[in-house]
């Protein structure tokens, strides 16, 4: 494997692969001294043209655990703000010696223009409304350690479909791991098109909690919506949110997922957050393991695992 | 070797850990992943036979050690599990076959960040020569004149030696 750029690019014997790889970092990560020398000598740079905590600083942190040095590029105090192309900034990046760069941008497909540009190996760490890989395969492991496996489980993913390269690249992976995947969101915050999607569609969250698996709640993004597709948060919140009224509706064994920043009180009950099914803190605690084990499998592994 | 000399020259390693180690107080066994685990799981048995204590075994996998990253395929191959503490035991790393060191190297490097033990040993069933590192094992099953394109396997049944044309044909 040379890049992670798509989900697809894994297959389902790839996402297999790094999942039981992120066991053998889950156990590095729990030790006093959670650190090994893998990739030494290496260098990761994070080239992020969005807004980001967890992401950033988990790939920085999975990036050190491996021992590899780390840099940082962050739009609001670099020369993109002097008017620097992406193109010219990768280059000069690149000229600098990098092995791997961890790019996120605004933009859907500017990680595969990025990988055109370089020998180093590019992650994709959210590429628009598209993919984000990284964010899929950790959610994985985080239903994995909870059920064993994702085979049959009923995953609904719920909420803001249309802007989210979470629910893009989730249904992808989750499918793939044979689960079954039925998106419940009002029709406007639901792509244009759903041919090929390999999931169901429902309107009524009340009719789906009780037969989930898992609840998947999207981060309803206010930023990236450019119209009126709502009537006001709060009938979204009355129709689509995991109230409290609605958590009693779930299963003992569902799980709660959120990939983060919650809006607490509008997709997500504050309370819900912290109820025992919820998964979200193990979902970032996994995902620096998932992390480590991505970084190891293109840069240290010297394995071929299709890409 | 087979599956009878493979058992007297594990019981007869077990007493010399006995004998060098004054006792079993403060000892722990690891097997490196992946040949060296069953190993030390029968040493663990002998080692109960002679002196009547269960002693901790722990497993080890040193992929992330090794000075070969990059070079070729590293995998681990199995969850490292070293369920006690490490700082002041005698340990007794547990291979199958000693070839060019690099293994029982990475080992050490491993050891290091999990805790500071006493001492470290080394107890392997095969030795077979070619050493590119200063390391010697303190329990030897057998010495073994390889040539470098031979392959060792240890298994319950005994040692094989055989080259990489052979090792093919059997799958």
């Known amino acids: 494997m040379r890049h992670l750029l798509s989900v697809a690019d894994l297959g389902p014997d790839g996402i297999e692969e790094v999942l039981r790889l992120t066991d053998n970092f889950v156990e590095v990560s729990a030790r006093a001294i959670p650190r090994v020398p893998a990739l030494r000598g290496k260098t990761v740079v994070s080239l992020f043209y969005e807004d980001s905590t967890r992401t950033r600083l988990s790939f920085e942190t999975a990036a050190k655990r491996l021992n590899a040095d780390t840099m940082n590029f962050s739009v609001s105090s670099s020369s993109v703000n002097k008017g620097e192309s992406v193109r010219d900034t990768v280059t000069t990046i690149a000229a600098m010696g990098v092995d791997a760069i961890v790019v996120r941008h605004s933009s859907a497909g500017v990680p595969w223009q990025v990988a055109r540009w370089t020998d180093a190996a590019v992650l994709n760490a959210g590429d628009g409304w598209h993919e984000h890989p990284t964010q899929a395969l950790l959610d994985c492991y985080t239903i994995r350690e909870r059920r064993g496996s994702l085979a049959g489980l009923r995953v609904a993913i719920v909420g803001d479909v249309k802007h989210s390269r979470v629910a893009r690249s989730n249904v992808l992976a989750f499918s793939l791991l044979g689960a079954d995947v039925t998106l419940v969101a009002p029709p406007t915050l639901l792509p244009p098109s759903l041919a090929g999607w390999p999931v169901a569609v429902s309107h009524d969250l009340d009719d789906v909690l009780p037969k989930a698996d898992v609840v998947y709640l999207l981060r309803m993004q206010r930023e990236r919506q450019t119209e009126a597709l709502l009537p006001s948060l709060r009938e979204y919140t009355a129709l689509y949110g995991l109230t409290r009224d609605r958590a009693k509706l779930l299963g003992d064994d569902t799980i709660v997922m959120h990939p983060g920043p919650m809006n607490r009180g509008v997709e997500i009950a504050a309370e819900v957050a912290d109820l025992p099914g919820a998964v979200i803190t193990r979902q970032v605690a996994n995902g620096v393991a998932v992390r480590m084990a991505v970084l190891f499998l293109i840069l240290g592994s010297g394995g071929d695992l299709g890409g | ?171």
């Open chain 2, 1 to 171: 070797m087979d599956a009878e000399d493979l058992r007297r020259a594990i019981t007869r390693i077990a007493h010399e850990i006995v004998e060098h180690n004054q006792g079993l107080a403060g000892c722990v066994l690891i097997g490196l992943q992946t040949g060296g685990v069953p190993l030390s799981g029968r040493l663990a048995e002998a080692l109960k036979q002679i002196e009547g204590v269960d002693v901790p075994i722990g497993t080890l996998d040193v992929a992330f050690y090794r000075d070969d990253i990059g070079l070729r395929p590293v995998l681990p191959e199995a969850v490292t599990d070293i369920p006690f503490e490490l700082t002041g035991k005698a340990v007794v790393l547990v291979d199958d076959v000693l070839f060019t060191g690099r293994t029982v190297r990475a080992a050490l490097d491993a050891l290091n960040d999990y805790g500071r033990p006493r001492s470290v040993q080394l107890a392997v069933m095969i030795d077979r020569g070619h050493r590119e590192l200063p390391i010697r094992p303190d329990y030897v099953g057998k010495n073994l004149p390889t040539r470098r394109d031979e392959m060792v396997d240890v298994t319950a049944d005994g040692v094989d030696v055989g080259t990489m044309e052979k090792r093919a044909a059997q799958r």
